[in-house]
T-cell receptor
Framework: GQQVMQIPQYQHVQEGEDFTTYCNSS?????IQWYKQRPGGHPVFLIQ?????EVKKQKRLTFQFGEAKKNSSLHITATQTTDVGTYFC????????????FGKGTLLTVNP | GAGVSQTPSNKVTEKGKYVELRCDPI?????LYWYRQSLGQGPEFLIY????????DSGLPNDRFFAVRPEGSVSTLKIQRTERGDSAVYLC????????????FGAGTRLSVL
């Protein structure tokens, strides 16, 4: 079925190091959303990207949407222990105007 | 309400039993979604309501699963003849509009089928 692939599955960093997670779809996405889920918690919306090549920043987080609208990335600069959690991208590979397909997520752990 | 509320937070049941999981969305949100999340996986779409009607139930795994939203607000996910493989966290999300709007998730119900 339609899938949104996300890599890496896990990432362990030292506090202060940077972190990037990548999201790929075989089909064009109308938009992509990013969510963060803390251990034991529920997904919390971070951002939505709509335009081809769009780049958005939230403090230390930088989100990019590829020119072809098939891939996206989330980059965290100078990680902190509060960044720990699983980061999910979610898109609509089938062109659905309401159904999100989530990637498997990238679990980020940060060593203080 | 202030956020999406799901009850119960945990449900332990025996194989073959019937369970109901409740979702109370953010007040005024017309769109409501149910997802299932297994360990190490992302949320998996189950069903989408726009108002009272199930606009898309294509994610329901089989006919043991059913969901309703009779008044366009609270929704109940019903699972008949539960199986051990149904064990997962069931998440509900609501959105102020249809389309690919921001989805606000509840804390989920952790279902354990023994």
């Amino acid at each position: 079925g339609q899938q949104v692939m996300q890599i890496p599955q896990y990432q362990h960093v030292q506090e202060g190091e940077d972190f990037t997670t990548y999201c790929n779809s075989s089909t064009t996405l109308s938009n992509i959303q990013w969510y963060k889920q803390r251990p034991g918690g529920h997904p919390v919306f971070l951002i939505q990207l709509v335009k081809s090549g769009e780049v958005k920043k939230q403090k230390r987080l930088t989100f990019q949407f590829g020119e072809a609208k098939k891939n996206s990335s989330l980059h965290i600069t100078a990680t902190q222990t509060t960044d720990v959690g699983t980061y999910f991208c979610a898109g609509n590979p089938g062109g659905s105007n309401y159904k999100l397909t989530f990637g498997k997520g990238t679990l980020l752990t940060v060593n203080p | 309400g202030a956020g999406v509320s799901q009850t119960p937070s945990n449900k332990v049941t025996e194989k073959g039993k019937y369970v109901e999981l409740r979702c109370d969305p953010i007040s005024g949100h017309t769109a409501l979604y149910w997802y299932r999340q297994s360990l190490g996986q992302g949320p998996e779409f189950l069903i989408y309501f726009q108002g009272t009607g199930a606009a898309d139930d294509s994610g329901l795994p089989n006919d043991r699963f059913f969901a309703v939203r009779p008044e366009g607000s609270v929704s109940t996910l019903k699972i008949q003849r539960t199986e051990r493989g149904d064990s997962a966290v069931y998440l509900c999300a609501s959105s102020s509009r249809g389309g690919l709007g921001i989805q606000y998730f509840g804390a989920g119900t952790r279902l354990s089928v023994l």
